[in-house]
């Protein structure tokens, strides 16, 4: 990334172009400009040229004093500038409302609503907004890697436009995919509202869309991944927002005790709870936080004869009846509680 500084009197370069009609001329971007030290603002003005823009495939990334222009660029429609110089894209001068650089360069190419980048434009809008942020957020990262590549005392900025990037086209992959799940999940989910209000969904053979099934207001997901037939796994997972809050103690022994009784094992009901999977229903494991049951998973795959019994659709069932042992009083209370 080449860095240039400019004169006072220097102005700003003539943006005076639809970026709408910038995507769909031929004219090749040259020059990408954003302020020193980037912030997640022109980063993400950067990845989403390049990204959105073919015309930008070649062009070189720039830096100047912020609230300055490009040297010489004054009307020159292969330079855009982004976050300084007071232009079309650089929200200080917009007089807008909550916005930032990378918002408007997305609102006028038109993909603002594309969700992979959703996720990535509300957060950089917080940050150029001052509002709260997790201590986890990538923002953290992109603050963090100017810190950590340096070479001879300067700045690695090559490096960490390379990381940077790296973290957009993640979460843009992840949020386009948690996209396409949600326009799958009616195909593949099967419901059951329970008279005390909990809500399960049952998605088999794609565990993939379990976060989709969150979002649609499951409150416990019952998911299985397919193996080799007829073997596979199975998970019985609480919405993590009402951690704490609900137990899967209860589903844990009413699958242990089908079990049981598929392997016509004698067993005491109160001898299968317990927490883990040291008893004598092994294949099924209750974790400690007791809101995830399993039997299998990717870290703990079942020996041959550790595969459950059970048909998936009974599987059902008893999830359901497990559940509806909870009371609505204690349903509504930890609803009320989200």
């Not at 409302?97 to 434009?121: F, Y």
């Not at 990037?165 to 999940?185: G, P, V």
């Not at 019985?236 to 951690?243: G, T």
């Amino acid at each position: 990334m080449a860095s240039q500084t400019m004169d006072s009197g220097a102005l700003e370069t003539l943006l005076g172009i639809l970026t709408s009609t910038i995507s769909n001329t031929a004219l090749e971007i040259t020059t990408l400009v954003g302020h020193r030290f980037p912030d997640d603002d022109v980063w993400l003005c950067f990845w989403i040229a390049k990204k959105f823009l073919p015309q930008t495939k070649n062009a070189k990334m720039v830096v100047v004093e912020s609230g300055t222009s490009l040297l010489e660029s004054e009307g020159d429609p292969s330079v855009l500038h982004f976050d300084t110089g007071g232009g079309e894209y650089d929200q200080h001068t917009q007089g807008k409302e909550r916005t930032c650089s990378a918002l408007i360069l997305a609102e006028n190419l038109l993909v603002e609503k594309d969700p992979g980048l959703i996720a990535l434009l509300e957060m950089v809008t917080k940050v150029d907004n001052v509002e709260p942020l997790l201590a986890t957020e990538i923002h953290s990262a992109i603050l963090g890697y100017p810190r950590i590549f340096h070479e001879n005392g300067d700045i690695n900025w090559e490096k960490v436009q390379e990381r940077v990037f790296e973290l957009f086209e993640m979460i843009y992959a992840q949020e386009t995919l948690r996209a396409e799940n949600r326009e799958k999940l009616g195909e593949h989910v099967s419901w059951a509202n329970l008279n005390n209000g909990l809500r399960v969904a049952t998605i088999l053979w794609h565990p993939e869309l379990r976060d989709a099934a969150y979002e649609a207001g499951a409150d416990v997901v019952l998911f299985t991944v397919p193996k080799k037939r007829p073997k596979y796994l199975v998970g019985v997972q609480m919405n993590r927002k009402l951690k704490g809050l609900l137990s899967l103690r209860g589903v844990a022994m009413e699958m242990r005790a089908a079990e049981a009784d598929m392997r016509d094992i004698q067993v005491n009901r109160g001898d299968l709870d317990y927490v883990g999977q040291k008893g004598p229903i092994a294949n099924w494991f209750l974790h400690d936080s007791l809101a995830l049951v399993l039997c299998g998973s990717r870290t703990h795959k079942p020996a041959e004869g550790e595969y459950t019994l059970i048909d998936p659709h009974r599987l059902a069932n008893l999830v359901s009846h497990a559940l509806s042992k909870i009371s609505r009083e204690n349903v509504t209370k930890w609803h009320n509680s989200e």
